[in-house]
């Protein structure tokens, strides 16, 4: 049937031919535009903007500045939509000009006056967290939070997660070898291809018309509502195509915007559109981070305990940085089972953009760290670095660092995975090779897990409509950001409703009024949760089948079955009913009528997740815990420490494969993304804490005709109550490419490198150069 | 309390070099491009007006009426082919002398300097009272710029070519940014420059003349 097939993505025409329209594509007679004014300064107090000038320009409507706004923030309320009395980095929003055309818009813009007194700027976490480096937030103490946020006023901590497992000081003594390794990189930038947009109206009956490239429909009405105290029913949000987000689209920003503006007009329609500029450095970023891992192990290689700190670079303000640094710290030891663990993961302010989600949340990142040392601890140990992951391999019966026992269900099978890299890798025969005086060949390989850490009660909704020939309309909360679920969506009611795929149609965009809820299309958990409600929903519409049927056919409707088109009886499949006859209610030849039309209803709520314990962070953050194996082969130029990645692996425990062509396009997908942020992405600081490459001139993602040959395989381990058994995948192809790719390097250059990203230049300085100036 | 005394220095003393000609002295609308910036000055708040220049100057770039406007001291500093900091000396010395309470070094060669930026300026030097209070553009700040008194010895103090630029970074100095129009501050040391800021002046000009 459909469950396995690799079904085309319902939207692929029209995106393939250009037709396919986004939030921007949405132009209106009458729309107004907003140009963003943001700050040239990481770290300054306002002393005053002056808008006179820029009010009095042809076209402009309103110039709105940030002087008695709400604070926002998701976990934390720390963040004015608009800076107010200081800015706290560069590129901050510091006055919105809304004008008839953009052009009149941004030449106004130009007219806005500005006074900043400069201010000390912090510039990584390990400089915020010294003592005597400048403040960020004075008043942390007072910003509204919820119960899980941590943070510690006085200081640039806006929230810690600690991880106490066993006994860390015995699992130390237990151990013949402790080694420790520290990493870092700085925020870099998602990159979509869509920057983020978004447009605002008020009608005259006063319900707030929100259109939003977003991967977050129904959160910008909760805080719109939260936030401004706008009745949450008056809020409509709507979404179309979403052009790429991985995880820059999760948080809410210039939506806030758009809302404020087009208050600001007599609810006139506002647009409010980053261009690149704006979107890498003014929306959030990609978080970077410092971190150290202690590994204690015994001369075997037997994992004993393990003792990280991580530091995020939540940047000015702590959003979803919050969420971030605790989604890393539930997963601190990687794939691997660790009797003793000790964990701090702290978020922590600085003089950069603010963080947010990056595909993975948290995870690369923090695979990164734990990986590169468990490289050095097998060099030091002189043992295969495949045989200690191996040995360590995380397995059911198990308990995670937040002390979850795992089942298996909840866990894919991590040996299994580990083994067939192997294969694949021909990791035995080679893993470095000179091949003549410069040119050297290396392989590297890193493990990867995650579970989604997200809101306890997140849920999910599904509607099933009927047309009359008998075809299905899928209507879900999740967002097409291009991973295809919407299709897998209608894979899976067409498996269930046992007909053909083509006949379920899905409906792409959003719209918070009409579509169900899903809490947000993150955490590679919209195929989990709006399947398992599609699969209720289906289930709910086949006994609405049943029950007119029977009294059709004059069965009871246990008796009956639905497929192929009908509804028919089990023991005589020749008895039946069209279901395009019943789909809007039954009429009798004498005119009367039962039924009406099917609507099928569904929803899917995660059970028995509870926060963290705040001492020990015991506690059950996700529903499971999807695992991967992955490698990359380099070739490495020692002459001049330029280098090629040959081939990039991954064996992903997919549970089940629901649509193979699109779960290879998304591990693809992912293990460029991840090589692409390893090898040559981030940005760059000034000592003011400026961003010198906001722009893609300078900010070179990895090109086409730039890329690996990817190998990719599945393992199915099914999770049992996941539809059909499928587990996430759509983050997985990324979380082990960074570390696996300076695995690879390091034994490649022959030294260890632990920064991001791996520029010839930084391997250089690592080998031999370290001691130079910039150049 | 009486009103602070902010002189303006006008530096008017570099050697045109990059320009190959005395580029003070280039036409610049009805007038020169050296007294763009010095007109500007003359109308705002800032007074006086100290305007530099080398000892032999025959002041053909400076037409008499600005000359002997009331608020205009010129002073000939023998010192200037040292530097930028050596002209600035001069200036400053003169506003010691006439007892200013702060001091806005302008240049001659940022002909679109506007009396507007100058008061706006001199405004938040008064209302705040910083150290220094300084017009910049995308984060960097620039002349023109307003030195409160305390800082006349660490600008005395400077050498050779060495603007006050050097000042902006010592982070004990408290600075007022006025984030203004990138066209302001636009300084012209090339022809290639010149040519630029003479097509920017006619469109912006033809702009506003078609804009009434």
């Known amino acids: ?775 | 309390m009486s009103e602070l005394t902010i002189a303006g220095i006008y530096l008017a003393a570099g050697q045109s070099r990059r320009m190959g000609t005395d580029k003070r002295a280039l036409p610049w609308g009805d007038g020169t491009l050296g007294t763009a910036g010095l007109k500007a000055a003359l109308h705002s708040c800032l007074s006086p007006i100290i305007v530099v220049v080398p000892p032999t100057d025959a002041l053909v770039w400076l037409p008499d009426a600005l000359l002997n406007h009331d608020k205009c001291r010129l002073v000939r500093c023998a010192a200037c082919h040292r530097g930028q900091a050596h002209s600035l000396a001069c200036g400053l010395q003169e506003a010691i002398v006439v007892g200013a309470d702060a001091a806005a070094v302008l240049l001659a060669d940022q002909p679109f300097v506007t009396t507007e930026t100058l008061d706006a300026l001199a405004r938040f030097y008064r209302q705040h009272h910083p150290d220094y209070a300084a017009f910049s553009r995308f984060g960097t700040p620039m002349p023109p710029v307003i030195w409160g008194k305390q800082m006349f010895p660490a600008l005395l103090a400077l050498r050779g070519d060495a603007g006050g630029r050097r000042l902006f970074c010592e982070p004990h100095w408290r600075g007022l940014l006025y984030e203004g129009d990138e066209s302001i501050g636009m300084d012209i040391d090339t022809k290639e420059d010149y040519e630029r800021a003479v097509i920017y002046r006619e469109v912006k000009e033809g702009h506003s003349r078609g804009r009434r």
Not at chain 1, 1 to 30: L, P
Not at chain 1, 253 to 268: C, D
Not at chain 1, 454 to 482: P, R, Y
């Open chain 1, 1 to 775: 049937m459909a469950v396995g097939k690799s079904i085309i993505r319902k939207e692929a025409w029209d995106k393939v031919t250009g037709r396919a329209k986004y939030t921007n594509d949405f132009k209106e007679q009458g729309m107004l535009h907003a140009k963003l004014v943001t700050s040239p300064y990481a770290h300054a107090r306002i002393i005053s903007i002056e808008t006179h000038e820029a009010l009095a320009a042809p076209g402009v409507r309103a110039v709105l500045t940030g002087k008695g706004l709400p604070l926002t923030g998701e976990d934390m309320r720390d963040r004015p939509p608009i800076a107010a009395d200081k800015v706290r980095y560069y590129g901050e929003v510091v006055a919105v000009v809304v004008a008839d055309t953009l052009v009149q818009a941004e030449q106004a813009a130009r007219l806005i006056r500005v006074v900043y007194e400069p201010l000390p700027a912090v510039g990584s976490p390990r400089e915020a967290l010294k003592e005597g480096a400048p403040l960020l937030h004075e008043e942390l103490d007072r910003y509204e939070r919820n119960k899980t946020t941590y943070p510690e006023p006085g200081t640039n901590i806006a929230h810690r997660t600690k991880i106490r497992k066993g006994d860390i000081k015995q699992g130390f003594a237990e151990s013949d070898v402790i080694i420790e390794t520290s990493v870092s990189f700085a925020p870099s930038d998602h990159v979509a291809m869509e920057t983020r947009c978004a447009t605002a109206e008020i009608w005259p009956d006063g319900s707030i018309h929100i259109s939003a490239s977003s991967q977050s429909p129904f959160m910008i009405k909760r805080l719109i509502h939260t936030y401004f105290g706008e009745e949450a029913g008056k809020i409509v949000v709507h979404t179309p195509l979403v052009g790429g987000a991985y995880g820059g689209k999760a948080p809410v920003q210039l939506e806030l915007l758009a809302y404020l503006a087009t208050k600001a007009v007599g609810g006139r329609k506002v647009s409010v559109w980053n261009n690149r500029e704006c979107d890498m450095v003014t929306s959030p970023v990609h978080i970077g981070l410092e971190a150290t891992v202690k590994i204690g192990a015994t001369k075997d290689g037997v994992f004993k305990a393990m003792e990280i700190v991580f530091l995020f670079d939540g940047g000015a303000y702590s959003d979803k940085a919050i969420d971030v640094s605790r989604a890393a710290a539930v997963d601190c030891t990687g794939p691997y089972h660790v009797e003793h663990v000790w964990c701090d993961s702290l978020c922590v302010y600085t003089n950069r953009p603010y963080a947010t989600p990056f595909r993975s949340f948290g995870h690369c990142e923090q695979s990164f760290a734990v990986e590169r040392a468990i490289d050095e601890l097998a060099k030091v140990l002189q043992l295969d670095p495949w045989d200690v992951r191996r040995k360590n391999a995380i397995r059911p019966g198990h308990t995670t660092p937040t002390q979850v026992r795992l089942t298996k269900s909840n866990v894919g099978d991590m040996p299994a995975c580990l083994d067939r890299l192997r294969e694949l890798m021909r990791w035995d025969e080679w893993q470095r090779i000179e091949l003549d005086a410069y040119t050297v060949r290396a392989k590297g390989i890193s493990g990867g897990w995650k579970t989604s850490t997200i809101d306890t009660d997140s849920s999910s909704g599904v509607i099933l409509t009927f047309n009359s020939d008998g075809s299905v309309n899928v209507i879900s909360g999740v967002v097409e950001i291009g991973t295809g679920t919407k299709t897998v969506l209608a894979q899976i009611v067409a498996e269930r409703l046992k007909m053909n795929v083509d006949d379920v149609h899905v409906k792409m965009d959003i719209d918070t009024q009409t579509t169900p809820e899903h809490w947000k299309t993150v955490a590679s958990r919209g195929t989990f949760m709006a399947g398992r409600a599609a699969l209720a929903a289906a289930d709910d519409a086949i006994r609405q089948l049943k029950e007119i049927a029977a009294c059709v056919l004059r069965v009871t409707p246990d008796d009956l079955e639905v497929g192929f088109g009908r509804v028919f009886l089990r023991d005589d499949p020749a008895i039946f009913i069209p279901v395009k006859d019943i789909a809007y209610g039954y009429k009798f030849p004498n005119g009367n009528a039962i039924g009406g039309q099917v609507i099928g209803r569904g929803h899917y709520i995660l059970r028995r997740l509870t926060p963290l314990d705040p001492e020990t962070g015991a506690g059950k953050p996700g529903p499971e815990w999807g695992v991967c194996a992955e490698g990359v082969e380099v070739e490495f130029n020692r002459r001049d420490y330029t280098y090629r990645i040959v081939k990039a692996y991954a064996v992903i425990d997919a549970g089940k494969v629901l649509n193979p062509k699109a779960a290879l396009g998304q591990a693809m997908g992912a293990m460029s993304m991840g090589l692409s942020f390893a090898s040559r992405e981030g940005f760059l600081f000034d000592e003011a804490q400026r961003v010198l490459n906001p722009q893609l001139r300078t900010y070179r993602p990895i090109h086409f005709g730039e890329h690996p040959t990817y190998i990719v395989e599945f393992i199915e381990t099914p999770q049992i109550d996941a539809p059909y058994g499928a587990r996430g995948i759509g983050e997985h192809g990324l979380l082990g490419m960074p570390a696996a790719l300076a695995n690879a390097l390091s034994l490649a250059a022959g030294v260890p490198l632990n920064e991001l990203p791996l520029v010839p230049e930084l391997i250089w300085r690592k080998q031999k150069g370290d001691s130079y100036g910039s150049l």
